[in-house]
């Protein structure tokens, strides 16, 4: 095989990466394979390490902080009403 050769099935390859990618940004989220991911990394962690993970401060610190935020969020929408939500959702 000449390199004119390997240049242009390399080229061809990018061509149909591009267009496999345009197609998938299309189609959108596959919600169906990012749930199926999800429960296929808990089955590996829960292999590796033990399903559920073990308890720790930065575990603890982080899910405080999303409770505070929640907590925020949720006061701003109860006290602004349907004035916070947008109006073409």
Not at 49 to 76: I, K, M, Q, S, T
Request: net charge positive; aromatic share 8%; proline share 8%.
């Amino acid at each position: 095989m000449n390199p004119e050769d390997v240049r242009r099935m390399v080229a061809g390859w990018r061509v149909v990466a591009a267009r496999e990618r345009a197609e998938r940004r299309k189609a959108g989220p596959d919600s169906a394979a990012a749930v199926q991911g999800a429960f296929a990394l808990m089955d590996l962690f829960g292999e590796l390490h033990g399903w559920p993970p073990p308890e720790n401060a930065a575990r603890r610190r982080d899910d405080e902080l999303a409770r505070e935020r929640w907590v925020r969020v949720r006061r701003f929408y109860q006290a602004h009403g349907k004035e916070a939500k947008p109006e073409n959702p």
